[in-house]
């Protein structure tokens, strides 16, 4: 009888746990159609929070930012990955992998202030640039040990196959290594635009005065108090971020399914 309460207590103490964790989300995506400008007592149903928000230029205009950083730092984190990883000798690789495992180890508050730190004395301007760079930096993080796990497990036999053909390095990455690591940098591509996409920190330190993504406008927002134009984007931005995430799982799942075939 003890442990079927033990079983019961932990099921109720997860299922509180998760409520906990969700109902926050839950209320957020309720209120953001509150008629009531204050949020917290509701007041009716209304989309005129959704109307403001789309009709906002300085909505769009950060979230075009956001869209420019994170398609050009994935991008970006794609082609140095796969090139490290296609292009380094397997001994340096290796021992290289513990550079990238240290910038997803390490808070991302250090990485900011030592990148703002090190563009401070190389005297760059804060701008886009340095932005796509930090957030290019904190995607190899993710994309190099993603693709180096996949790469270390293809068949050799077919790479040296290629060899014996006669076919060169570049040939053998453009027509085999690339179509064999495709669902795994799609996948990695996808997670590290989410990830950018979300970033605040990164963004705040980087950014400097002159250019402002999504994260840092409802920053901005919420500190003069709490507003359901702020409850629409997130709600917005959401469903966004859940529908990559499916996107993600689902090539994940596919992935592993090839694996176990």
């Not at 204050?38 to 909505?59: C, D, P």
């Not at 999504?214 to 629409?232: C, R, T």
Request: charged residues 10%; hydrophobic residues 55%; glycine residues 6%.
């Amino acid at each position: 009888m003890k442990s079927v309460g033990s079983i019961y207590s932990l099921v109720l103490g997860v299922i509180l746990f998760y409520i906990f964790l969700y109902l926050p989300i839950l209320l957020l995506i309720v209120f953001s159609f509150n008629n009531d400008p204050y949020v917290f007592h509701w007041r009716g149903f209304t989309m005129q929070w959704y109307s403001l928000l789309f009709n906002s230029t300085e909505i769009q205009y950060a979230f075009q930012n956001s869209l420019i950083v994170a398609c050009a730092s994935t991008l970006l984190s794609l082609l140095l990955g796969t090139l490290f990883v296609c292009y380094a000798s397997s001994r340096h690789a290796a021992r290289l992998q513990p550079f990238f495992y240290t910038i997803l180890t390490i808070p991302e508050i250090m990485v900011a202030v030592s990148l703002l730190i090190f563009l401070g004395y190389l005297q760059i301007p804060l701008g886009l640039t340095t932005l796509i760079a930090g957030h290019t930096l904190l995607g190899l993080g993710y994309i190099v040990p993603m693709v180096y796990d996949r790469f270390v497990e293809l068949d050799r036999r077919v790479i040296e196959a290629a060899y014996d053909l006669g076919a060169t390095r570049g040939q053998v990455v453009r027509t085999i290594i690339i179509p064999l690591l495709r669902p795994v940098l799609f996948s990695a591509g996808i997670l590290v635009f989410i990830i950018s996409l979300d970033d605040f920190v990164l963004s705040f330190f980087c950014a400097g005065g002159t250019t402002q993504t999504l994260p840092m406008y409802i920053f901005a927002m919420i500190k003069s108090g709490a507003s359901p134009v702020v409850a629409a984007l997130a709600t917005v931005m959401l469903l966004f971020s859940s529908l990559l995430v499916c996107i993600f799982s689902v090539f994940n799942k596919h992935k592993i399914e090839m694996v176990r075939r």
